[in-house]
C-alpha cells in the first residue's frame, strides 16, 4: 500500500484515528513578494506557455518554481525535495510530490526531519489529493518519532492552494484556500509555515 492509496481524509482518519477540525490556524497572512527573477520567469510561462495543459506543466512551471522562489529564503535551515521516497512501513510509504525537511548536517544528499508536504491534485482532485497528503503527514510523524510538533501539508493545483496541519490525533484544515491570482498571499503562508519552524537560533 502507498500514499496514493488513499482516496480520501476519511479514509485515512478511519485507519489511524485521526481526528478532524477547520480553523484558521495561520495566525497572520503577510503578503511576501515573488523575487524579481522569479516574477520574469513566471510571466514569461505564462504569456508562452499553457502552463496547465497537464499536471507535469502544473508541477513543472507553477508549483515547483513557487516553492522554490518561497524555499531560497530559507535555504540556510532548509531542504527541497522533489518526488523524495519516504516509509515508515509498507501501509506508509511513497514519494510525496514535494517535500521540505530540515537541513541534515550530512549534507544536502540526507533527508532530515520532514516538515511540509506538497501534493499536486491530479485531475483537479482535491479531495483524493487530501487523502494522500493526510497519509503522508501521518507517515512523516512516526517517521519524526514526534506526535505533539505539527506537521504540515498543501494540496495544490497550481491555481488554487490549500493548506492543513497535524498534530498529534488531530488533522486541522485551514479554512481559507488560497488563489493564484493573489500570489503574494500563497508566498506568505509558504513562508509562514517554514517561518514557523525555524530553529530557535535562527
Known amino acids: ?24 490556524y495561520i495566525e497572520y497572512l503577510p503578503n511576501v513578494e515573488p523575487s524579481s527573477a ?12 499553457d502552463v496547465f495543459a497537464s499536471e507535469t506543466s502544473r508541477c513543472e512551471n507553477v508549483i515547483y518554481p513557487i516553492l522554490r522562489d518561497v ?13 523524495k ?10 514519494a510525496p510530490d514535494y ?9 544536502k544528499t540526507v533527508l532530515g526531519t ?9 485531475r483537479n482532485d482535491f479531495v483524493e489529493g487530501w487523502g494522500q497528503c493526510l497519509a503522508e503527514l501521518v507517515a512523516i510523524q512516526k517517521i519524526n518519532g ?11 493545483d497550481g491555481e488554487l492552494w490549500q493548506f492543513g496541519k497535524l498534530a498529534g490525533d488531530l488533522f486541522t484544515r485551514h479554512k481559507t484556500a488560497l488563489s493564484i491570482s493573489e500570489l503574494e498571499r500563497v508566498f506568505g503562508a509558504i513562508a509562514y509555515l517554514m517561518q514557523t519552524n525555524l530553529p530557535e537560533a535562527a
Do not use: N
Open 1 to 24: 500500500m502507498t500514499f496514493t492509496d488513499f482516496k480520501s481524509i476519511a479514509q485515512v482518519q478511519e485507519t489511524f484515528d485521526i481526528k478532524y477540525s477547520e480553523a484558521d
Open 38 to 49: 522569479f516574477l520574469e520567469e513566471f510571466t514569461f510561462s505564462r504569456e508562452h506557455i
Open 71 to 83: 524555499y531560497k529564503r530559507y535555504v540556510g535551515c532548509f531542504s527541497l525535495w522533489s518526488h
Open 85 to 94: 521516497s519516504i516509509a515508515y512501513d509498507a501501509q506508509l510509504s511513497g
Open 99 to 107: 517535500l521540505i525537511s530540515t537541513k541534515s548536517a550530512l549534507g
Open 114 to 122: 520532514p516538515i511540509i508536504v506538497v501534493v499536486e491534485a491530479k
Open 146 to 156: 514526534d506526535d505533539i510538533k505539527p506537521v504540515y501539508g498543501i494540496v495544490t
